[in-house]
């Protein structure tokens, strides 16, 4: 089974994470990863905590996908500008309060709500990934 992956933009993310939500109970493993947009003079992440996670998240998910369902909500910040404005929706959001990119969380869809999370600075961890993928 491979992961299923959707997108979503901050601009897009609402109705997108309602879809996800809404999925969640179809999924054994629902995730959302906070990401940098990428630079389009170079097509690579202008985030180097971005670029060295992902790898190795990907990795691990695909791997939890070959014996459950998991689906994977990628949320794409936006360019370095926006994402350094201390207001940022998702550095004041309620809910996901972002402080790093990226940000790995396990949602829970019975009480709609974060089961976990991993901040920028251990999102490319093997052992920090798994011990969030078996959070139940």
């Known amino acids: ?9 901050v601009s897009s993310f609402d109705s997108i994470f309602e879809n996800f939500r809404s999925d969640a109970p179809n999924n054994k493993a629902n995730l959302i990863l906070f990401l940098a947009d990428k630079d ?7 985030c180097p905590d971005c670029i060295r996670a992902e790898p190795v998240i990907y990795k691990k998910l695909e791997l939890e996908a070959s014996v459950e369902d998991v689906a994977l909500l990628r949320a794409y910040v936006g360019d370095r500008p926006t994402w350094r404005n201390p207001q940022h929706p998702w550095r004041v959001d309620s809910t996901f309060k972002l402080t790093g990119v990226p940000t790995l969380f396990h949602w829970d869809w019975e009480n709609d709500a974060i089961r976990a999370r991993l901040e920028d600075h251990e999102a490319q961890l093997e052992h920090k990934i798994d011990a969030l993928l078996s959070t139940k």
């Not at 089974?1 to 933009?9: E, I, L, R, Y």
């Not at 389009?40 to 202008?46: E, G, I, R, V």
Request: charged share 10%; no cysteine; hydrophobic share 45%.
């Open 40 to 46: 389009p003079s170079t097509s690579l992440s202008w």
């Open 1 to 9: 089974m491979p992961v299923k992956v959707v997108d979503a933009t």
